[in-house]
């Protein structure tokens, strides 16, 4: 049985609870990844969006992805935190920002998508399976 992991914003307008484990750990490097997340690359956890229950108000915001999709990211309006990136050629997960939980202790990223754009001083991680863009 997974413990219930909690999470939510720098203000604490929006709070969730994670009733199961994620489904996938992995970062991004993509360009876009870099612009919502501020920093050099978005840490990851797909979880069935069934397990997740979310209080207070997310903003999103719509773009296409490098590889065409459309992705949501969902962050707080009043701190700015993005909490949530909703892909939508995958309806039945949520990936949450992994900053955004309380403990991040249960973290390992299993999986490096879109290396082509890290940034150059990223080191290599050699427990990772690395993509130079998106697998799938
Ligand atoms: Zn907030
Ligand atoms: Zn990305």
Same mark, same amino acid.
């Given at each position: 049985m997974s413990e219930i992991k909690t999470g939510g914003c720098l203000c604490g307008a929006v709070r969730y609870e994670l009733n199961a484990d994620p489904v996938t750990n992995m970062i991004c490097s993509c360009k876009n990844c870099q612009r919502t997340s501020g920093s050099a690359l978005s840490t990851i956890a797909l979880v069935p969006k069934s397990a997740l229950s979310v209080t207070g108000e997310l903003k999103g915001y719509e773009y296409k992805g490098d590889t065409g999709g459309t992705l949501e990211i969902n962050f707080c309006? =009043?701190?700015g935190s993005p909490v949530l990136l909703k892909i939508s050629a995958m309806p039945d997960v949520v990936s949450i920002?992994?900053?955004?939980?309380? =403990?991040?202790?249960?973290y390992k990223p299993g999986v490096s998508i879109f290396e082509d754009s890290a940034q150059k001083w990223m080191p290599e991680l050699p427990e990772c399976m690395s993509f130079p863009k998106n697998p799938g």
């Amino acid at each position: 049985m997974s413990e219930i992991k909690t999470g939510g914003c720098l203000c604490g307008a929006v709070r969730y609870e994670l009733n199961a484990d994620p489904v996938t750990n992995m970062i991004c490097s993509c360009k876009n990844c870099q612009r919502t997340s501020g920093s050099a690359l978005s840490t990851i956890a797909l979880v069935p969006k069934s397990a997740l229950s979310v209080t207070g108000e997310l903003k999103g915001y719509e773009y296409k992805g490098d590889t065409g999709g459309t992705l949501e990211i969902n962050f707080c309006p =009043n701190c700015g935190s993005p909490v949530l990136l909703k892909i939508s050629a995958m309806p039945d997960v949520v990936s949450i920002k992994v900053g955004s939980f309380d =403990n991040t202790d249960w973290y390992k990223p299993g999986v490096s998508i879109f290396e082509d754009s890290a940034q150059k001083w990223m080191p290599e991680l050699p427990e990772c399976m690395s993509f130079p863009k998106n697998p799938g």
